[in-house]
């Protein structure tokens, strides 16, 4: 029992160091610690910083451009990339689609959908939830339905992140109304520029522009873009949903939002309150628990186990822990979290400062992360799964 | 002991529904709190001519209630609407020599309550804003509907100690901006302006205030819980409404109970409002407002779910605004520490 | 609106204060204030002081013996009785089996019974709960034969509180396994001194003796001793259920605990801990709050709205605070909650005191304390009433 | 990174729970804890035969352990058996001279660890038992099996501030009795008595009762975790298993979460134990074990009802050593405010 790295891997971690204080801008890191909005730009730099490196798609096997990496090196590498305020890697291609085609696609498949993934020829979107299908995944209905050479699509999808700037888009669309709700779903790639598909923004309560909806009306979807064979989407979707998710509990993240917590109540009143003082006390611990939490989940991962329903008991810690710091980073504003210039969250403003470091964003980013306990399967959900699969009840 | 609503009250709350009914529907509430001055100049004066200001103050004062639960009544109302006008300022406006304060209730009058300052949140010991031969100088921040004040009712320190002063907006220096739950504010900087020392003292307007947060933040919470009770029996999942699962049930349950405790704080501090309890259960009010207002907001998203992250759907912007009055005049720490001495 | 109450409830609690100032010795008083055992005799004696004044069976109606109360002076009373220390009245003759007599009992029953529950000469206790029949009460077991003119009772009950000094029984029994569970369920009163009936103690965890089970194997029982008629058990016990329970809510008793909280901590170290102030502080406003939602619900009861599912969230919430209360306390206690002299707990103990005030039972109290969430209806069976009856759900 | 046991430590993992399964049921367990001495001489010779008191010391300590995760791993086998016997004790020898720690590794030798002191719970400039030329004076509370020790190390003030001491049992007046959760302790006077002074600092004593008391309290939590979710799958209400009910299961589910962080609280504090880091997750873990240890109990009990109330059921004896793995050595609350600053 061991939780100190290796020589090895403390080594990896100070290339990694290096790499993003050489490759990662002032400028990138600053809007991301400052939360401000990345445009596309912003991301496709990043993404081709990354690919340059050969640190792009980490999880991907090493023919097909991935570096090689163990879990640990992976839990690293996010890490050190979340300590520096990197900016996300965008996951719907590089982390959703390219192990479903890995795993599943065609050697055509791989060929062309693949390099164009790293390169960033292609953006990719996520098309799953429904408007009546969001945890219940498997009620959905958009259809698909075969003519000839080519599928026929109808139907809606919701939520979709960042599918204002997607060429392409995966879904899972129903083939059949046979059996078992999930038995009739396929995997499906779309173009986004065929005739038929709106985008249609969804303003969240900040009134950023961050998801979408995704009409599809008599979309023709030729053959080939079928992902695996007919019907068996489901599979694919549970596998991705069971894919190694290192960073599900966001402990990088969580570090360097508390980091920066108790660098700005320096600022405020609450630097003198001692129940307050107690509220970061308490995050901070279990903070400090759930980064070994993570690790133990992590090294039975490398260890051949599956992180199966531990994982879930990552996603709903770990989600915890964040949207506290966030609640926390607002309460300490009091109430200078009210004032909201969305032009402050732009390059380049140069408007009055209102408050301490961090009163531009405190209630957004609180708000905005309440998403984290709703979306990837929502912490109930989780909790399900948890039940049934580690306590069997 | 008594329960029920007088008639006058009872007819004070029918008025005020009506007219939010009838004329401050959401939609009606969106274009306003967004609009570039951030309320409505037009439904500001068809609600002083309801009588909703005059309302907030006793006879003698020149209104027709000022009781504590005329207070509460009102500001409830106004929380479930989402009301952005500026009633918190003419709220204040007991303070004002008569002169003024019947303006107010007329609703000619704009006055706007700045007591916060940079990095703080309540408490009176640490004004900074000072006055000295009758010249007032600080920073007050997150100003609720600065830019339409005519006067601002300003804490502050002079030589007598924490008190509060009456200032012309001419002699205001505004930096402003939307406020992130609908509505706009500022932050007003004052250099050497002339202040008015106003007799009221400055803990009887801060125990008003703290009500009013507190009624306002409940009307809120019931608007939060309604909507999510309603929204878990319309939505199925895996073939049954949401308002079947256990989980769900006995969370929306423990919405309900912290609600009504909420409800009890309130009337404890209209109660004891202008008694000697006034000052503890106004603190115990805004405690429990706080904390329960946080954990209304976030449990009516969390059992949404998206939907209730998004502009559309109206209770984002009663989430917005319920947290939000947990973030003025002091959070639920900053009154749970100040109870035990009261 | 107005929280005060009127002149002439002022006055009757004023009476109340000077009789409980006359009545309740310091002896009794300090017993129940300290957590001792309090005997038989001590209840009795409590009992006889209460019934000689006309206030023991406060609900009754004043032909019966009542004193003529509405909900407000019951309230007060109880209220006050707590502040005051003193004994709480056993419930299962006066409280329960009284009500259910004067709505269901026949005009001998109630000439019979009433007066023999006000002058103590029958000691009730209640056969409600069985091993496998707790929350789910209408699964119960316990079977009731009509024979000629008697039934015929085998089975078992539990949880049957202060069953070893009771002269009676009241039980639900099974008299017919014909459609709903609830159906087939009888009321029916039985002497313990019948032939066949036997009586073990239960101990709870900290050794008190103060449960017990009672097992039934062929005890003949008159047949006019069923209350109603055949067959309408569940019936009378949802009336009883649904009684009015104006002091579910226990706020006299946290009002007492508090304070006796309030005075302990002085001795401490707690007493400079900022955290435990804010604890206590929590405690005392949610208390504050939730008197005036007792009242408020008094209030709708007396002026004719039923109390149903209300009172399910006062007795949630009544409870939640006064365990919070004996948390307090035993957290007060720190390691010196650990010596536990059960000895301590009896009159004239002279032995060593061990610790502040309240050491000798901290840990007792609260770990007893934890069945104010479970009997009665658990708390999780309250919230699916509330969850239904006032929500819909 | 490395989270599987050496191979030594899980011989010795297995020695310990063959040991308490075949010796230590619950029965017998039951049967030590009420007896007249509150633990046995017999089966503390067999553990110290075993190596059980050995594992928690190195070897140049005359041990064959030691290290944080030996004293972790011992522990959490003693709470989840409740055992009552002078372990705790037994891991303070490591501030005895070599001679007697032998003796105690042994068996021979039994100390007690006398620490808190009347009103207070673990703060070490609040101690109140001085020593002055060699001659120590105080009053220790609730000190674990004071019956049984031969010796006490004993935490006190002299000139050159707070130390650790040893006294001869001798030499120590006791008010004995019965505890709460089984066995004894003792209120334990000295007046004058003859003490060493014993060169190993006082925090490194106390963070391995820290860690030590956090492990044991984890042990516990498991037992009652998998009591309670037994029970769960066992007991039907309304003709379905309680298992099968969504509330209970998201608590369950809420259980073992918090378990899953005090188990990797329990292991940041035996990895930094020794090294410059000791301190603060030691503090850290007790926090936490202290924290999750009162919410165990209290949804054991609950989640099972009356029967977890009752003397027959070994649940709500676990419950209540949980519960007072809390009280001993500072609450969650004493922890959470020494962290920030370690």
């Known amino acids: ?393 | 002991m008594d329960f029920t609503p007088t008639d006058d009250r009872r007819m004070l709350a029918d008025t005020l529904n009506r007219f939010l009914t009838d004329r401050y529907d959401h939609d009606t509430r969106m274009k306003i709190a967004g609009s570039e001055i951030g309320w409505s100049a037009e439904l500001w004066a068809e609600m002083a001519e309801l009588g909703l200001i005059g309302a907030l103050f006793a006879e003698d004062e020149g209104g027709f209630g000022g009781h504590g639960f005329d207070i509460a009544l009102i500001f409830e109302g106004l929380g479930r609407a989402l009301v952005v006008e500026p009633f918190h300022g003419a709220l204040a406006a007991r303070a004002l020599p008569a002169d003024q304060r019947e303006e107010v209730i007329a609703g000619a009058l704009i006055p706007a309550f700045a007591h916060s300052e940079p990095g703080t949140s309540f408490a009176q010991d640490r004004l900074r804003t000072t006055v000295t031969d009758g010249k007032l100088s600080g920073t007050k921040v997150a100003v609720a509907q600065a830019e339409a004040a005519h006067i601002f009712i300003v804490s502050a320190q002079d030589s007598d100690g924490p008190a509060l002063f009456m200032v012309n907006a001419e002699h205001a220096n505004l930096t402003a901006y939307p406020l992130f739950d609908g509505g706009r504010g500022a932050d007003v900087t004052f250099d050497d302006a002339p202040a008015t020392r106003l007799s009221a003292p400055l803990d009887t307007v801060l125990n008003r205030a703290l009500l009013a947060l507190s009624a306002e933040a409940l009307g809120i919470m019931e608007r939060c819980k309604d909507t999510t009770v309603d929204y878990l029996k319309t939505r199925r999942q895996f073939g049954i409404p949401l308002s079947k699962f256990q989980a769900l049930q006995h969370r929306a349950v423990d919405m309900v109970t912290e609600i009504e405790q909420t409800r009890s704080a309130v009337i404890n501090a209209a109660h004891h409002l202008g008694g000697p309890g006034a000052s503890k259960y106004a603190a115990a009010a805004k405690y429990t407002a706080a904390a329960t207002g946080r954990m209304i907001s976030e449990e009516a998203i969390q059992l949404h779910g998206g939907i209730a992250m998004t502009w559309e759907y109206d209770l984002a912007h009663a989430a917005k605004r319920l947290t939000m009055t947990a973030q003025i005049m002091g959070d639920e720490d900053v009154h749970l520490r100040r109870f035990p001495a009261l």
Request: a negative charge; aromatic letters at 8%; one cysteine or more.
């Open chain 1, 1 to 393: 029992m061991n939780l100190n790295f290796t020589p090895e891997q403390e080594a990896f971690r100070a290339e990694v160091q290096e790499w993003l204080a050489d490759n990662l801008s002032a400028r990138l890191a600053d809007k991301v610690r400052t939360s401000k909005h990345l445009t596309k730009q912003d991301m496709e730099e990043w993404h081709a910083k990354l690919n340059a490196k050969g640190w792009l798609a980490n999880h991907w096997p090493v023919e097909h451009g991935g570096p090689g990496w163990d879990p640990v090196q992976r839990f690293i590498f996010e890490h050190e990339c979340a300590l520096a305020h990197a900016p996300r890697v965008v996951p719907f291609g590089v982390n959703m689609l390219g192990p479903v085609l890995l795993k599943y696609g065609t050697d055509e498949q791989k060929a062309h959908y693949l390099p164009r993934i790293l390169d960033g020829t292609d953006w990719w979107c996520q098309g799953y939830s429904e408007p009546g299908a969001g945890s219940d995944l498997a009620s959905l209905k958009t259809a698909a339905v075969r003519e000839g050479d080519h599928y026929v699509v109808n139907g809606q999808k919701t939520w979709t992140t960042l599918g204002q700037h997607a060429d392409w888009i995966f879904c899972l669309v129903r083939t059949s109304k046979e059996g078992k709700p999930q038995e009739g779903i396929s995997f499906l790639l779309i173009d986004m520029n065929t005739a038929g598909i709106e985008v249609r923004p969804i303003y969240l309560l900040d009134g950023d522009h961050e998801v979408n909806e995704v009409w599809f009306t008599d979309v023709k979807v030729p053959a080939e873009n079928l992902v695996g064979t007919e019907n068996m989407g489901w599979t694919i979707a549970k596998y991705l949903l069971t894919y190694e998710r290192t960073g599900i509990a966001g402990v990088g993240f969580s570090t360097a939002a508390l980091a920066e917590l108790k660098r700005v109540v320096a600022q405020t009143e609450k630097a003198d309150d001692p129940l307050f003082a107690a509220r970061v006390a308490k995050v901070d611990i279990a903070l400090e628990n759930m980064k070994t939490t993570n690790l133990r989940v992590l090294a039975a991962a490398a260890g051949g186990g599956a992180p199966g329903a531990e994982s879930s008991i990552l996603k709903v810690k770990g989600t915890e822990i964040r949207q506290e710091i966030n609640a926390l980073f607002l309460r300490a504003m009091g109430p200078q979290a009210q004032p909201f210039i969305s032009e402050a969250l732009e390059d380049g403003f140069n408007g009055p400062e209102t408050g301490p470091d961090g009163a531009a964003y405190a209630a957004k980013d609180y708000f905005n992360n309440r998403k984290l306990s709703i979306f990837g399967g929502s912490n109930e959900i989780q909790k399900n799964i948890v039940s049934k699969a580690m306590l069997g009840m």
